[in-house]
T-cell receptor
Framework: EPEVTQTPSHQVTQMGQEVILRCVPI?????FYWYRQILGQKVEFLVS????????KSEIFDDQFSVERPDGSNFTLKIRSTKLEDSAMYFC???????????FGPGTRLTVL | GNSVTQMEGPVTLSEEAFLTINCTYT??????LFWYVQYPGEGLQLLLK?????DKGSNKGFEATYRKETTSFHLEKGSVQVSDSAVYFC???????????FGKGTKLTVNP
């Protein structure tokens, strides 16, 4: 069964450093998403991406964040200058054309020291 | 804006007990409704969904019915197992991007 994959599973970084979180969505899906879950809190929407551009973003997704689909398979989230409060689990999800269901990856745990 | 309110946990049950986790939503129009489950150390997995009023989603013995009149999507299972121990999230999607809006999650522990 096709699945969404994410790398790395755990990333530790120093405050102020740049991080790139990687996702490989399900191959025939066209809609891509990033969500985050701060420990003990609800899952929050960050950004959606379709046709090589952002279709919607939340207030959390400020200028420090960017997304890219550099090739036909990867979908990345970059945080330019990490803050302590960026520590969270980051989930990638993808959705097929005409479908309502999003399929999630296993997540990347980001720890900012 | 759209929001989801679900029963706060944690919920602790004995094996074979009946489970209900309440979920209500606020949205304009007709969102799609979902239950996702997160097992310890894992990501989010779709458990079931309903895309229109009166639809019943079901999977692995779990059920939820989309009730427009009460704006609810309560999760039920007649007989829980230890392996059902997980965090359950109610969510809705709507709008062009179909972004998901999640409830806070309910942690379920089932004891043998």
């Amino acid at each position: 069964e096709p699945e969404v994959t994410q790398t790395p599973s755990h990333q530790v970084t120093q405050m102020g450093q740049e991080v790139i979180l990687r996702c490989v969505p399900i191959s025939n899906h066209l809609y891509f998403y990033w969500y985050r879950q701060i420990l003990g809190q609800k899952v929050e929407f960050l950004v959606s991406f379709y046709n090589n551009e952002i279709s919607e973003k939340s207030e959390i997704f400020d200028d420090q964040f960017s997304v890219e689909r550099p090739d036909g398979s990867n979908f990345t989230l970059k945080i330019r200058s990490t803050k302590l409060e960026d520590s969270a689990m980051y989930f990638c999800a993808s959705r097929g054309q005409g479908a309502r269901t999003q399929y999630f990856g296993p997540g990347t745990r980001l720890t900012v020291l | 804006g759209n929001s989801v309110t679900q029963m706060e946990g944690p919920v602790t049950l004995s094996e074979e007990a009946f489970l209900t986790i309440n979920c209500t939503y606020t949205a304009t129009g007709y969102p799609s409704l979902f239950w996702y489950v997160q097992y310890p150390g894992e990501g989010l997995q779709l458990l079931l969904k309903a895309t229109k009023a009166d639809d019943k989603g079901s999977n692995k013995g779990f059920e939820a019915t989309y009730r427009k009149e009460t704006t609810s999507f309560h999760l039920e299972k007649g007989s829980v197992q230890v392996s059902d121990s997980a965090v359950y999230f109610c969510a809705l999607s709507q709008g062009g991007s179909e972004k998901l809006v999640f409830g806070k999650g309910t942690k379920l522990t089932v004891n043998p």
